[in-house]
């Protein structure tokens, strides 16, 4: 048995150990424990509520460096004690090989949770390897053959739209998006690398967006129940003398179970596609890995690219009484694959992965967290720390 395999087995094991155990001590000292914090939801939507979240980063793929995120927290109508809380968060990160990435996050949530407005811009330089192919000896590419180039990846991007609740549940909009997504090579072989791929310089598009989402959850950052479907279709359009018009359908379906009457035990899953169908420029496949990822955690972005992506997890998650409350705990397994253009679905291989990850509290009202999750996927291992959960 290889050493990763053995690894893989391992963590599994621990995590069904660790997890049998905390439900356990949950059922046998229920009655011991405090229940969860209670709150008053009209001194807490009173004002705005301001936290400066500093934090290492790591990644394989840009190493190390340092998360700084400013975020605001408020409930902009007056006496609105349904809609969940607003946000405004601004976010930098700089890593020990020179890559940057600035942007900001707003999410406004109205009348009673009527209309949802939301904004997402990024800006940034990102120094990495990247997994490109070779040539045979007639030029076409091998798909047999990769090569790990060094280039750096520029990203611009500007998204936003605003829904409206039509039925109980149910929100439909209008979304607008901007982005240039584009790849410069650092070597002479990585400037051959990526033409010879396709991928030389940046692909340059704008698009309108239909967008639907169902939503019974009964909070849109930490749910202890409830449904969220989501579907965004996305027309993007050709750009100068790129004939590079495609159409985007992105979904998400998320379920969320308390095992518990007080939501200690919880578990959450998610299914997430991307389909892109038409004139797609290569910078704009579907990518696994973190930094400008369609699927977050468990690889390196950049190693596992192609043009539509499909993803499922798992989480179980627990919220201790320590702390008041405020610490928790997750396990997570999941698997996917990216496929369409260099390999069907049928023979392109599966990417799972493992992972535990802790939880604390910053804002324990609106249930928002800062999270610091280990994975372990076909790769190795990457650790991750941010706000909120990954979904």
Do not use: C
Not at 258 to 266: A, E, Q, V, Y
């Amino acid at each position: 048995m290889s050493t990763k395999k053995f690894n893989l087995i391992a963590i599994l094991l621990i995590l069904t150990l660790s997890t049998t155990k905390l439900w356990a001590q949950d059922q046998t000292g229920e009655k011991q424990k405090k229940e969860m914090t209670k709150f008053n939801d009209a001194n807490e939507r009173k004002g705005v509520k301001f936290k400066v979240i500093p934090g290492p980063f790591y990644d394989p793929s840009i190493k190390y460096g340092m998360f700084l995120a400013p975020m605001l927290t408020y409930y902009p109508s007056k006496g609105d004690m349904i809609s969940p809380a607003s946000t405004t968060a601004f976010y930098g990160i700089y890593t020990s090989n020179n890559s940057y990435i600035i942007g900001m996050n707003n999410e406004l949530y109205l009348k009673e949770d009527t209309w949802r407005l939301k904004l997402r811009a990024g800006y940034g330089n990102l120094n990495k390897d990247l997994s490109l192919y070779g040539v045979d000896e007639n030029g076409q590419l091998d798909y047999s053959q990769k090569t790990v180039q060094d280039v750096t990846q520029e990203v611009r991007q500007l998204e936003t739209y605003a829904m409206h609740k039509v039925v109980p549940s149910l929100y439909m909009g209008l979304g607008y998006t901007y982005k240039s997504f584009g790849f410069t090579g650092n070597t002479p072989e990585a400037v051959e690398a990526l033409e010879n791929n396709d991928m030389n310089g940046a692909s340059v598009n704008h698009g309108l967006a239909l967008k639907l989402d169902y939503d019974t959850r009964d909070n849109v950052q930490f749910p202890y129940k409830g449904y969220y479907m989501s579907y965004t279709g996305t027309e993007f359009f050709s750009e100068g003398q790129n004939n590079n018009a495609y159409f985007s359908n992105n979904f998400k379906m998320m379920g969320f179970w308390s095992l518990t009457k007080n939501h200690r035990h919880i578990i959450a899953t998610k299914v997430y596609g991307n389909i892109l169908v038409g004139d797609v420029q290569k910078q704009d496949f579907s990518i696994y890995g973190r930094i400008n990822g369609d699927v977050q955690r468990g690889y390196q972005s950049g190693t596992h690219t192609d043009k539509n992506a499909l993803n499922v997890e798992v989480e179980y998650r627990y919220t201790s009484p320590l702390l008041n409350n405020k610490l928790g705990f997750i396990a997570m397994v999941g698997d996917g694959k990216v496929f369409g253009y260099y390999n069907n679905f049928t023979d392109t291989e599966h990417l799972p992965v493992v992972a535990l990850g802790i939880r604390y509290a910053i804002l324990p009202y609106e249930r928002i967290n800062i999270r610091f999750d280990t994975t372990y996927g076909k790769d190795g291992m990457v650790w991750y720390f941010g706000i909120r959960e990954a979904f």
